[in-house]
């Protein structure tokens, strides 16, 4: 198992303005991954972090509104850039189980845009 | 691509009773892994049970079981004598089996969600 820890929990932030997300796991992981989750909604993939290398992002997600950063095999951010309120999210981080195992996930983020 | 629906956005269960959440899937893979997981209003997501699809066999995991019918692509859970902790939102999620390394190796793709309700 794995025990990812991010922050912040919560923030509440002005429209036009950046927000960097960080996420903290206990082991050293290949993949990090990053998922977005609209109020009610179900957890769409944002990208995946690859550590020594640009992160892989999914259709509908561009580098400049979510850059990513990989420094290292334990850490990986999630920036959130020129907010709008339609970014109002729960942000996630998670890293991949055992082979045949699930995924683990830290505590989200929830973001507000006003 | 991979897809996964869940057709029950919401269900109620009355404490002690059973109640069996539905998940379907779409997929040209023959082997593949799917997973249900809980997540309260914590926000932090619970892995409850897992299934491999080479594997007959139902996962089991205390009062949560699985029914697994790989030609339909279906994957249902079964809570028994549910608790008023087993309250929260469920997803399905399917995971492809893909060698370490590789492209999206540990990506999940999840359900819509069911919002289980518990009754006292």
């Known amino acids: 198992s794995a025990v990812i820890s991010q922050k912040p929990s919560r923030d509440i932030c002005q429209r036009g303005t950046s927000l960097t997300i960080q996420c903290q796991v206990d082991?050293?992981?290949?993949?990090m991954f990053w998922y977005r989750q609209q109020p009610g909604q179900s957890l769409t993939l944002i990208a995946t972090?690859?550590?020594?290398?640009?992160?892989?992002?999914e259709s509908g997600f561009v580098i400049d509104k979510f850059p990513i950063s990989r420094p290292n095999l334990t850490f990986s951010t999630l920036t959130v850039s020129n907010m709008s309120p339609e970014d109002s999210s729960i942000y996630l981080c998670?890293?991949?189980?055992?082979?045949?195992?699930?995924?683990?996930f830290g505590q989200g983020t929830r973001l507000t845009v006003v | 691509a991979q897809t996964v629906t869940q057709s029950q956005p919401e269900m109620s269960v009355q404490e002690a009773e059973t109640v069996t959440l539905s998940c379907t899937y779409d997929?040209?893979?023959?082997?593949?892994?799917l997973f249900w997981y809980k997540q309260p209003p914590s926000r932090q997501m619970i892995l409850v049970i897992r299934?491999?699809?080479?594997?007959?066999q139902n996962a089991t995991e205390n009062r949560f079981s699985v029914n697994f019918q790989k030609a339909a692509k279906s994957f249902s859970l079964k809570i028994s004598d549910s608790q008023l902790g087993d309250a929260a939102m469920y997803f399905c999620?399917?995971?492809?089996?893909?060698?370490?390394?590789?492209?999206?190796?540990?990506?999940?793709?999840f359900g819509q969600g069911t919002i289980l309700t518990v009754h006292p």
């Open positions: 998670s890293v991949a189980g055992q082979v045949s195992g699930g995924a683990f």
């Open positions: 082991s050293q992981v290949t993949m």
């Open positions: 972090a690859n550590q020594g290398s640009e992160a892989t992002y």
């Open positions: 997929t040209s893979e023959s082997d593949y892994y």
């Open positions: 299934q491999e699809a080479y594997k007959q």
């Open positions: 999620a399917y995971r492809s089996v893909r060698v370490p390394g590789g492209t999206s190796y540990g990506k999940l793709t």
